[in-house]
């Protein structure tokens, strides 16, 4: 069955990194596009972050272009969220979405941005 597993999230001081981890299983991973999203309590859900089947095409929320990197390897069925420079705004738990007509998403990772 179709399975996404966030990982890398934690602790982090505001102006830091963490590197975000979504492993896939149970599809082929380079037929989709994919993406990450996060919700913060209290709040919607924001996409954050796309990238294409190939990964050839990116796109950003404006509030994290010029800090988050998305990236896939293909042989890994892995797609990846760098995240620098953080603020604590961008705390929230965060998840990875298969692209397509039917949602599939992980049980999310939890990023907390503090000092």
């Known amino acids: 069955q179709v399975q996404l597993v966030e990982s890398g999230g934690g602790l982090v001081q505001p102006g830091g990194s963490l590197r975000l981890s979504c492993a896939t299983s149970?599809?082929?991973?380079?037929?989709?596009?994919m993406y990450w999203y996060r919700q913060a309590p209290g709040k919607t859900r924001e996409l954050v972050a796309y990238?294409?089947?190939?990964?050839?095409?990116?796109n950003y929320a404006d509030s994290v272009q010029g800090r988050f990197t998305i990236s896939r390897d293909n042989a890994k069925n892995t797609v990846y969220l760098q995240m620098n420079s953080l603020k604590p705004a961008d705390a929230a738990v965060y998840y990875c979405?298969?692209?397509?007509?039917?949602?599939?998403r992980g049980q999310g990772t939890q990023v907390t941005v503090s000092s």
């Open positions: 979405r298969r692209g397509g007509s039917v949602e599939f």
């Open positions: 149970g599809f082929t991973f380079s037929s989709y596009a």
């Open positions: 990238i294409t089947k190939s990964g050839g095409s990116t």
